[in-house]
């Protein structure tokens, strides 16, 4: 068999190197925007249902553009895609931080997503390429100490800045890093590649945009429209039937945009599995909380990222560990006791109270974080090891646009079942209001009704949080369970009947 992918002798870390920071820097704008999103639902006068669209909004294109990326790394050097992603990402920084309606902001937003989307796969396939399977555990954990160094300092970063300046400021803040970044990847990543005469099929393209999109959409809406609306339950059928023609478009071409061959590989499909279920619970609580602690609680913003702050620095920490546990250990029992902890954690976040304590908030978090670092990475690299080699890029675009589909999908889901959940007990509670004001000797005041109309609004939005948490522990619990089917994986390979046509893609990357 032809072994057309050698892995180089000494990994390309200058490349590696200006692709980390690119990717830190998608990364921490990502989490600087969480705790931002209570301050910029008061100022632009939306609510959470709309607000929520600049985190979905954003894995939305992730997701509709993710699957492009396997066809644009085997097309293109890393050095004309990581230049080009950059410079999407720095106008749609520029654009959102000039905004002052809604619709511009997002539309900011989206265009940051477009350069992030290509940003991550191509670090993850120069990783892949770059590093002989034994020691991937170990470069995978450095690397996601990297990058979880990001949510580390965003949320206490975003916090800080919004309590002394406007949002906006967490744009005007990375631009001038953003612009440092492409002039270092112009001075430093020389990689050469050869041409490769392959198309984007434009109707796959259609197909899972529409797909992708219709399901999110239809999701998205559902916290304002309600589940019986036309057009929630519609959009949701289109969405589905464009993603099944999608699929089925794609195991007929010589050349899928999407790869869909690489779910015949067990561990892969399984991680695959897992991740997606892990992103659904995780980015709901990375929306959720925030609402909590800044609506609910009334804690200030600087307050709020000081919160996350020792759950994001013990992912950082972890994530290197968990790395070196993987390459002795394999992913499974890091998985069932990541799942485990993850599980209970997001449980007991569904217990919160209108006067639970600050201290109480800051270790369950942390415990949950600690959970969730013996997950993502482990379970992702082990699926990843089962593939041929060279199926990488299509593995590490079925991962990304998985798992942003599911995080899209997960915070929309979360925060219809918060606000359809918070508008039912409001219903509630103001008719048991209405009928204990019945038994009065005397009409309440137009004081005393107004702080009764408060005390209903947040006790109503406490219990559609917690409820959101309940689920969310749900669809963590389903992950643990199928983590006890992973198994250590090993290279497959590649037969005769799946060789390409022509040479393979990996581009070849140029040490410094």
Same mark, same amino acid.
């Given at each position: 068999m032809d072994h057309t992918q050698t892995q180089p002798k000494r990994p390309p870390?200058?490349?590696?190197?200006?692709?980390?920071v690119g990717a830190f820097i998608a990364f921490l704008n990502n989490t600087l925007l969480n705790i931002a999103l209570p301050s910029i639902m008061k100022e632009l006068e939306i609510e959470a249902s709309t607000v929520q669209w600049l985190t979905t909004g954003f894995m939305l294109v992730n997701g509709i553009l993710i699957p492009t990326t396997a066809h644009l790394i085997q097309k293109y050097s890393v050095r004309r895609l990581f230049l080009s992603a950059m410079a999407l990402f720095t106008i749609g920084t520029i654009i959102a931080g000039t905004a002052h309606i809604f619709p511009v902001l997002l539309a900011g937003r989206m265009m940051q997503a477009s350069g992030s989307a290509i940003l991550m796969p191509v670090l993850m396939n120069v990783m892949l390429v770059s590093f002989p399977v034994e020691k991937r555990g170990a470069a995978m954990g450095v690397f996601g100490l990297i990058l979880m160094f990001a949510p580390a300092i965003g949320p206490t970063l975003s916090g800080w800045i919004i309590e002394h300046y406007d949002w906006r400021m967490l744009f005007h803040f990375v631009t001038p890093i953003a612009i440092i970044v492409i002039?270092?990847?112009?001075?430093?990543?020389?990689?050469?590649?050869?041409?490769?005469?392959?198309?984007?099929?434009? +109707?796959?393209?259609?197909?899972?945009? +529409?797909?992708?999109?219709?399901?999110?959409?239809?999701?998205?809406?559902?916290?304002?429209?309600?589940?019986?609306n036309p057009l929630v339950y519609g959009t949701i059928i289109i969405g589905v039937v464009f993603l099944i023609a999608f699929i089925l478009?794609?195991?007929?071409?010589?050349?899928?945009?999407?790869?869909?061959?690489?779910?015949?590989?067990?561990?892969?499909?399984?991680?695959?599995? +897992?991740?997606?279920?892990?992103?659904m619970a995780m980015f709901s609580g990375m929306i959720l909380l925030p609402i909590y602690?800044?609506?609910?609680?009334?804690?200030?913003?600087?307050?709020?990222?000081?919160?996350?702050?020792?759950?994001? +620095?013990?992912?950082?920490?972890?994530?290197?560990?968990?790395?070196?546990l993987f390459d002795k250990f394999g992913g499974r029992v890091l998985a069932i006791i990541g799942l485990a902890i993850t599980t209970v954690t997001t449980f007991l976040f569904s217990q919160l109270e209108l006067h639970t304590t600050y201290t109480h908030l800051i270790i369950l978090y942390s415990v949950r974080s600690l959970g969730m670092s013996?997950?993502?990475?482990?379970?992702?690299?082990?699926?990843?090891?089962?593939?041929?080699?060279?199926?990488?890029?299509?593995?590490?675009a079925m991962n990304n646009t998985m798992n942003q589909v599911a995080g899209a999908i997960g915070t929309a889901l979360m925060v219809t079942i918060m606000s359809n959940h918070t508008a039912t007990r409001a219903?509630?509670?103001?008719?048991?209001?209405?009928?204990?004001?019945?038994?009065?000797?005397?009409?309440?005041?137009?004081?005393?009704?107004?702080e009764m109309k408060q005390q209903i609004m947040m006790q109503s939005m406490l219990d559609g949080i917690n409820y959101s948490f309940v689920v969310a522990a749900g669809i963590a619990a389903v992950a643990l369970v199928l983590a006890f089917f992973i198994k250590r994986a090993k290279q497959a390979e590649d037969p005769e009947?799946?060789?390409?046509?022509?040479?393979?893609?990996?581009?070849?990357?140029a040490e410094n």
């Open positions: 870390y200058g490349i590696i190197a200006v692709l980390m002039l270092l990847g112009v001075f430093l990543i020389k990689d050469k590649k050869e041409k490769v005469n392959i198309h984007l099929d434009f +109707i796959s393209l259609v197909e899972s945009s +529409i797909g992708f999109g219709g399901i999110l959409y239809g999701f998205s809406s559902a916290g304002s429209k309600g589940w019986d478009r794609q195991t007929k071409q010589e050349r899928p945009m999407l790869n869909f061959k690489v779910y015949k590989y067990p561990m892969f499909a399984l991680s695959s599995a +897992i991740t997606m279920i892990v992103n602690v800044q609506n609910i609680r009334g804690i200030s913003p600087m307050d709020a990222g000081l919160l996350l702050l020792p759950g994001a +620095i013990l992912m950082s920490l972890m994530s290197p560990i968990t790395g070196k013996m997950v993502m990475m482990p379970v992702s690299t082990n699926g990843l090891n089962q593939l041929p080699a060279r199926f990488y890029p299509h593995g590490t219903k509630e509670l103001a008719a048991d209001a209405k009928a204990s004001m019945g038994n009065l000797t005397a009409p309440p005041t137009a004081d005393a009704l107004a009947n799946l060789q390409p046509a022509s040479k393979p893609v990996t581009p070849k990357l």
